[in-house]
């Protein structure tokens, strides 16, 4: 998901294509694609953040041991 702040960015330089999640999903950062709209770069770049996002607040993957 993106931030408040990350959203803001898209809806300001790619309006048509980003729209927040109405209600409480959206302000978590939820954000619905138009996919009539959308350029695959732009919202290729979109999923960049939000996956960037979900790895900071889950920490990295623990390692697994080999035998």
Same mark, same amino acid.
């Given at each position: 998901? &993106?931030? $408040? +702040? +990350?959203?803001?960015? !898209?809806?300001?330089? =790619?309006?048509? !294509?980003?729209?927040?999640?109405?209600?409480?999903?959206?302000?978590?950062?939820?954000?619905?694609?138009? &996919?009539?709209?959308?350029?695959?770069? @732009? @919202? $290729?770049?979109? +999923? %960049?953040?939000?996956? %960037? $996002?979900?790895?900071?607040? @889950? %920490?990295?993957?623990?390692?697994?041991? $080999? =035998?």
């Amino acid at each position: 998901m &993106l931030t $408040r +702040d +990350d959203q803001a960015m !898209m809806r300001e330089t =790619s309006a048509d !294509m980003f729209e927040p999640v109405p209600g409480g999903w959206g302000e978590k950062g939820a954000t619905f694609v138009i &996919l009539a709209m959308a350029e695959p770069d @732009v @919202v $290729r770049h979109g +999923d %960049g953040v939000a996956e %960037g $996002r979900a790895k900071i607040s @889950v %920490g990295a993957p623990p390692a697994i041991a $080999r =035998s």
